[in-house]
């Protein structure tokens, strides 16, 4: 979506990538505001009629420009740092639909997260309790929070994006919420708003997101009993998008299992996804600099890198690649791993790709807009690449690329 070709030439909405590339130059990330705006559209279709808030979650893609776009759906915001926050802020998002997510809260942040007054902070231990409790005291303020809950629930997703099960660092256990929600209840300083959890990312079915609804919906009615009366429940991210050809559970299928469950129930849903709002709504273009034909192996040495998009060499991630001009003249074809000119073997983006390509042809690596910008590193002493968002009918710069100025100016020689 977002991503078609005119001509023969791939285009991001009307505007052909190859003009994107002449323009901002290579490598550089490309968005489709229409496609960010239709995968925001399918979740409001979704939860129409009920009390609810999407919080995107701001780490997939953190943009000013995205979050400007989102902010202007009037959408929620999903954040883990201070930095998300001040993001957020700048990008005109409202604090009052913010929940500050995250194990490691400093005093700093959640400081910064009181006087914004956000929505909610979300605890993840009782060692935050406390100190939030008495941040809140200091500034004299009531903290409002909501503990997120463990839900053990395997999610069968990769083991580095799972985070519901017992052994993950991620949310308070089961078994202590209730004694957790008890103490925090009886806090001058502390207000309970909700409930959350999220059991983990790219969750191809949506039963095991069911599955933690009902956990948290059961520990919600539990609490209340307790006369413990919360005002949201979050059921978290982790819609999961198709990179190739797996079978994908639509976003209806997810929440129509959880308001099922919250039929006749007051509270507030919340959803925080991020890839699903973002991932298919972005590209990491690329030029081609050489081909390298060998023995056993073929590569195509891109100008974009792991540094630029961590995906394939930290979870063997597989990227759609497609040639930006689908016929091109003297091209070769070939069995192709396309690599980046990073020195580490890990440096991949795809491998095994059937492609026609020579020197100066240009790749779009599909579905990069979530988890791709973001954990983008100067490895190698690398800039980053520029942003442009596609938006009514024009592509606008919406990150310069990096100089390599910059990426020593904070740096100083010893005297
Ligand atoms: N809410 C919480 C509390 C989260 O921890 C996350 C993601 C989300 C929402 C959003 O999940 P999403 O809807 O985007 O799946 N870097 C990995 C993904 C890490 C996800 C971390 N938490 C990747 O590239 O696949």
Same mark, same amino acid.
């Given at each position: 979506m977002g991503f078609d070709y005119r001509s023969g030439v791939l285009c991001a909405e009307q505007i052909s990538l190859e003009d994107i590339a002449r323009q901002f130059g290579t490598p550089c990330y490309v968005y489709s505001r229409a496609a960010i705006e239709t995968n925001f559209a399918r979740f409001a279709a979704a939860l129409a009629g009920r009390t609810s808030l999407i919080a995107y979650s701001v780490?997939?893609?953190?943009?000013?420009a995205v979050l400007g776009v989102m902010a202007r759906l009037g959408a929620g915001f999903d954040i883990v740092s201070g930095g998300e926050l001040a993001r957020v802020l700048a990008a005109g998002g409202n604090p009052r639909k913010v929940v500050f997510s995250g194990v490691g809260k400093s005093e700093a942040e959640i400081e910064q997260a009181l006087r914004a007054k956000v929505l909610c902070l979300n605890l993840e231990s009782e060692a935050e309790l406390g100190r939030v409790d008495a941040v809140a005291a200091r500034l004299g303020v009531r903290a409002p929070v909501a503990f997120r809950v463990n839900p053990d629930v395997d999610a069968k997703t990769h083991p580095y994006i799972s985070t519901g099960l017992k052994d993950n660092k991620f949310g308070i256990a089961y078994d202590d919420a209730e004694r957790l929600y008890r103490d925090a209840a009886l806090r001058e300083n502390i207000t309970l708003t909700g409930i959350g959890c999220h059991i983990g990312s790219q969750l191809a079915s949506a039963a095991p997101f069911i599955d933690a609804a009902a956990r948290i919906l059961a520990l919600a009615e539990r609490l209340a009993r307790a006369g413990i009366e919360l005002s949201h429940i979050d059921l978290g991210g982790g819609f999961g998008i198709r990179y190739q050809n797996e079978r994908q559970a639509p976003i209806a299928e997810f929440l129509d299992g959880a308001l099922g469950m919250l039929a006749g129930r007051k509270e507030m849903l919340m959803v925080d996804p991020g890839r699903s709002i973002v991932g298919d709504a972005g590209v990491l273009l690329t030029r081609v600099e050489y081909l390298k034909p060998g023995e056993s192996k073929n590569f195509v040495v891109v100008d974009a890198a792991m540094n630029d998009l961590v995906r394939p060499a930290l979870y063997g991630a597989w990227h759609e690649v497609r040639q930006v001009r689908e016929m091109e003249s003297d091209a070769v074809a070939g069995v192709y791993d396309v690599v980046g000119p990073v020195c580490e073997s890990a440096d991949f983006l795809a491998r095994e790709r059937s492609l026609a390509v020579r020197p100066g042809s240009l790749l779009a690596v599909m579905s990069a807009g979530a988890y791709g910008m973001v954990m983008s590193s100067n490895y190698n002493t690398r800039p980053r690449p520029a942003e @442009?968002?596609?938006?009514?009918?024009?592509?606008?710069?919406?990150?310069?690329?990096?100089? @390599?100025?910059?990426?020593?100016a904070a740096e100083r020689l010893l005297p």
């Amino acid at each position: 979506m977002g991503f078609d070709y005119r001509s023969g030439v791939l285009c991001a909405e009307q505007i052909s990538l190859e003009d994107i590339a002449r323009q901002f130059g290579t490598p550089c990330y490309v968005y489709s505001r229409a496609a960010i705006e239709t995968n925001f559209a399918r979740f409001a279709a979704a939860l129409a009629g009920r009390t609810s808030l999407i919080a995107y979650s701001v780490k997939a893609n953190s943009n000013l420009a995205v979050l400007g776009v989102m902010a202007r759906l009037g959408a929620g915001f999903d954040i883990v740092s201070g930095g998300e926050l001040a993001r957020v802020l700048a990008a005109g998002g409202n604090p009052r639909k913010v929940v500050f997510s995250g194990v490691g809260k400093s005093e700093a942040e959640i400081e910064q997260a009181l006087r914004a007054k956000v929505l909610c902070l979300n605890l993840e231990s009782e060692a935050e309790l406390g100190r939030v409790d008495a941040v809140a005291a200091r500034l004299g303020v009531r903290a409002p929070v909501a503990f997120r809950v463990n839900p053990d629930v395997d999610a069968k997703t990769h083991p580095y994006i799972s985070t519901g099960l017992k052994d993950n660092k991620f949310g308070i256990a089961y078994d202590d919420a209730e004694r957790l929600y008890r103490d925090a209840a009886l806090r001058e300083n502390i207000t309970l708003t909700g409930i959350g959890c999220h059991i983990g990312s790219q969750l191809a079915s949506a039963a095991p997101f069911i599955d933690a609804a009902a956990r948290i919906l059961a520990l919600a009615e539990r609490l209340a009993r307790a006369g413990i009366e919360l005002s949201h429940i979050d059921l978290g991210g982790g819609f999961g998008i198709r990179y190739q050809n797996e079978r994908q559970a639509p976003i209806a299928e997810f929440l129509d299992g959880a308001l099922g469950m919250l039929a006749g129930r007051k509270e507030m849903l919340m959803v925080d996804p991020g890839r699903s709002i973002v991932g298919d709504a972005g590209v990491l273009l690329t030029r081609v600099e050489y081909l390298k034909p060998g023995e056993s192996k073929n590569f195509v040495v891109v100008d974009a890198a792991m540094n630029d998009l961590v995906r394939p060499a930290l979870y063997g991630a597989w990227h759609e690649v497609r040639q930006v001009r689908e016929m091109e003249s003297d091209a070769v074809a070939g069995v192709y791993d396309v690599v980046g000119p990073v020195c580490e073997s890990a440096d991949f983006l795809a491998r095994e790709r059937s492609l026609a390509v020579r020197p100066g042809s240009l790749l779009a690596v599909m579905s990069a807009g979530a988890y791709g910008m973001v954990m983008s590193s100067n490895y190698n002493t690398r800039p980053r690449p520029a942003e @442009v968002m596609v938006s009514a009918g024009a592509a606008l710069l919406v990150r310069e690329r990096e100089t @390599v100025d910059q990426l020593f100016a904070a740096e100083r020689l010893l005297p």
